[in-house]
Nanobody, 120 residues
Framework: LPFGESGGGLVQPGGSLRLTCAAS????????IGWFRQAPGKEREGVAC????????NYSDSVKGRFTISRDNAKNTVYLQMNSLKAEDTAVYYC??????????????WGQGTQVTVSS
């Protein structure tokens, strides 16, 4: 696939996962990239965002202090490190290419999503 996520899975509460968003065929480094999630029966919500050069990051209050977004433009990849996972973090996680080089929340391209399930 030209753009998409990987790294989801089943993890116990308190555990960690690292999600990866990678692209081929176009350069992620020109754009801000956001991570979003959608739990069953809920709307998609923004989780974290990083500017094109990584100088600016934003997080939702629900994940601040537990999740870290980062990027490696040389590898055309963006990561979401998720620590201290809770059951309420269970969702399908998506990465989205912002329409700008800074985080606007307007996504021009979505990945296919990866399931994260936090359960004992």
């Amino acid at each position: 696939l030209p753009f998409g996520e990987s790294g989801g899975g089943l993890v116990q509460p308190g555990g960690s996962l690292r999600l990866t968003c990678a692209a081929s065929g176009f350069t992620l480094g020109y754009y801000a990239i956001g991570w979003f999630r959608q739990a069953p029966g809920k709307e998609r919500e923004g989780v974290a965002c990083i500017s094109d050069n990584g100088s600016t990051t934003n997080y939702s209050d629900s994940v601040k202090g537990r999740f870290t977004i980062s990027r490696d433009n040389a590898k055309n990849t963006v990561y979401l490190q998720m620590n201290s996972l809770k059951a309420e973090d269970t969702a399908v996680y998506y990465c989205g290419v912002d329409r700008s080089n800074y985080c606007t929340g307007y996504v021009q391209t979505w990945g296919q999503g990866t399931q994260v399930t936090v359960s004992s």
